[in-house]
């Protein structure tokens, strides 16, 4: 067992939602949540949510700004352009999770100009997954080990209004997989 060689960046926690009316449609929900242990920025929690329940816009929820703005300026941004954008403003939020990884997960979101909750279930079979930085799509800058949980059972909830659609099936790398999932244990890495 040898020691990876590159720079870990941040450690913590990545599940995503990724909603659609129709397989392979158009996605009315992108939500990306982070809960950081680690990061140059400290921990803290951030949650990028676009949907027809923020009328499309780009909003930001989180307990760090300083690192809600590095993930902008580092992987989220390298992730979805569109949030490398740090004029996009960020809402102060509380976070509480519940649940547990064997039934079902859920994030709360609690901030003067509303309530979030996401929740995963229908969960599949947890994948490890390891990339090297300079490799993936785009060869991305950043390596990424973690382990992910397709979830077929998705809910995101904004002020009581669900957002509509739907998690999808998918497979990666020969393995049952979701357009949404739990990511646990995730490592963001760079070359030294």
């Given at each position: 067992m040898s020691a990876d060689p590159n720079r870990v960046l941040c450690c913590g926690e990545n599940p995503f939602i990724r909603l659609s009316e129709t397989d392979g449609g158009p996605e009315t929900t992108i939500a990306s949540f982070w809960r950081n242990v680690l990061s140059?920025?400290?921990?803290?929690?951030?949650?990028?949510?676009q949907s027809a329940l923020t009328e499309g816009q780009w909003r930001i929820w989180s307990d760090n700004i300083a690192m809600t703005r590095w993930l902008q300026n580092t992987i989220q941004g390298v992730l979805n352009p569109e949030l490398a954008d740090t004029s996009i403003p960020v809402e102060d939020a509380v976070f509480e999770k519940e649940g547990d990884p064997d039934r079902f997960y859920s994030e709360?979101?609690?901030?003067?100009?509303?309530?979030?909750?996401?929740?995963?279930?229908?969960?599949?079979?947890?994948?490890?997954?390891?990339?090297?930085?300079?490799?993936?799509p785009g060869e991305r800058p950043y390596g990424v080990n973690t382990v992910l949980i397709p979830t077929m059972g998705t809910r995101l909830v904004m002020d009581g209004m669900q957002a509509s659609g739907n998690s999808w099936a998918r497979e990666r790398d020969g393995r049952p997989f979701s357009t949404s999932a739990l990511a646990f244990c995730e490592s963001w890495t760079e070359k030294r």
């Amino acid at each position: 067992m040898s020691a990876d060689p590159n720079r870990v960046l941040c450690c913590g926690e990545n599940p995503f939602i990724r909603l659609s009316e129709t397989d392979g449609g158009p996605e009315t929900t992108i939500a990306s949540f982070w809960r950081n242990v680690l990061s140059p920025a400290g921990p803290g929690h951030v949650l990028f949510l676009q949907s027809a329940l923020t009328e499309g816009q780009w909003r930001i929820w989180s307990d760090n700004i300083a690192m809600t703005r590095w993930l902008q300026n580092t992987i989220q941004g390298v992730l979805n352009p569109e949030l490398a954008d740090t004029s996009i403003p960020v809402e102060d939020a509380v976070f509480e999770k519940e649940g547990d990884p064997d039934r079902f997960y859920s994030e709360h979101v609690i901030s003067e100009t509303g309530n979030i909750s996401l929740t995963w279930h229908d969960l599949g079979d947890p994948l490890m997954i390891h990339t090297q930085p300079g490799t993936g799509p785009g060869e991305r800058p950043y390596g990424v080990n973690t382990v992910l949980i397709p979830t077929m059972g998705t809910r995101l909830v904004m002020d009581g209004m669900q957002a509509s659609g739907n998690s999808w099936a998918r497979e990666r790398d020969g393995r049952p997989f979701s357009t949404s999932a739990l990511a646990f244990c995730e490592s963001w890495t760079e070359k030294r």
